[in-house]
């Protein structure tokens, strides 16, 4: 099973992003930890963490609101 991340912008839009591929969801969650900030100076605000073709779960970029 391959695992993934789709790139969403503001209005829940698709945007590009890197196309990487990993083995686990540990692999795929250590990754976006190490590169959200990147992501989210590009215009991605959100991400969706991808199994084949189930998405796991969707998570935001932003900063909480103050």
Not at 19 to 39: H, K, N, P, V, Y
Request: glycine residues 10%; charged residues 25%; aromatic residues 10%.
């Amino acid at each position: 099973m391959a695992w993934s991340w789709r790139y969403e912008g503001t209005n829940g839009e698709s945007v590009d992003g890197p196309s990487e591929s990993f083995g686990s969801q540990a692999d795929a969650e250590s990754w976006i930890g190490q590169t959200w900030r990147e992501l989210a100076a590009a215009g991605v605000t959100s991400v969706a963490l991808v199994e084949d073709d189930r998405v796991e779960y969707r998570m935001s970029l932003l900063p909480p609101a103050q």
